[in-house]
């Protein structure tokens, strides 16, 4: 089992539409956790860390619910210009520094 | 500010060749990490280093050297090469805040496209 697994995609959307993305972590030792947006062959740059009191940042939202180990990203009124990729990525600390990238999550955003 | 900048930005080494991946970053952050993405997967960490003269394997560390001499310097060593190395290699920065490299922002380079044949 993959340490953190996310659906790959695509998601296929119209602007305007709701569309949320979950991301697994398989080790409960997991410390931090993170969305990156990845648009295509750029480098990763934060979207926004997730809190387990949720947190919110224009149309994100992001989750995490520690006991079923997964967190989650919520984007509302979609734009075209959130067609990306998007990793979930966690961290930990297990004798030495340990951080996990997802493969990603596909969304295209469709007029 | 720059931020991390790379150089090359695209390299073909023939099979055994060797080279040098540069990264630096004018952002005076402490830790520096060095990832390789493959096409359709996610990013998986070779090297890292929590400041100059510190450095610590990652995931993925088997075919590579790093040397962290200076805060601003973090390059990547192929000694080698092999097909399966090609890949986008990233550097990346972050800094601290309260301890520890857990919680924080990772600032990335734009990246190196590498060719092994």
């Known amino acids: 089992r993959k340490e953190v697994e996310q659906d790959p995609g695509p998601f296929n959307v119209p602007e305007g539409a709701t569309v949320a993305f979950n991301c697994t972590y398989s080790?409960?030792?997991?410390?931090?956790f993170f969305w990156y947006r990845q648009d295509c062959r750029k480098e990763p740059k934060l979207l926004m860390s997730v809190y387990s009191s949720g947190n919110e940042d224009g149309r994100f939202t992001a989750q995490l619910n520690r006991a079923s180990q997964y967190i989650s990203l919520l984007i509302r009124d979609s734009k075209l210009s959130d067609s990306a990729t998007y990793l979930c990525?966690?961290?930990?600390?297990?004798?030495?520094?340990?951080?996990?990238f997802g493969a990603g999550t596909r969304l295209f955003v469709k007029a | 500010n720059a931020g991390v900048t790379q150089t090359p930005k695209f390299r073909i080494l023939k099979i055994g060749q060797s080279m040098t991946l540069q990264c630096t970053q004018d952002m005076n952050h402490n830790y520096m990490y060095w990832y390789r993405q493959d096409p359709g997967m996610g990013l998986k960490l070779i090297y890292y280093s929590v400041g100059a003269g510190i450095t610590d394997k990652g995931e993925v560390p088997n075919g590579y050297n790093v040397s962290r001499s200076t805060t601003e310097d973090f390059p990547l060593r192929l000694e080698l090469a092999a097909p399966s190395q090609t890949s986008v290699y990233f550097c990346?920065?972050?800094?601290?805040?309260?301890?520890?490299?857990?919680?924080?922002?990772?600032?990335f380079g734009p990246g190196t496209r590498l060719t092994v044949t």
């Open positions: 990346a920065s972050s800094y601290p805040q309260g301890g520890g490299a857990i919680t924080y922002e990772q600032y």
């Open positions: 990525v966690v961290n930990m600390w297990t004798g030495g520094f340990k951080t996990i």
């Open positions: 080790n409960s030792a997991s410390q931090s």
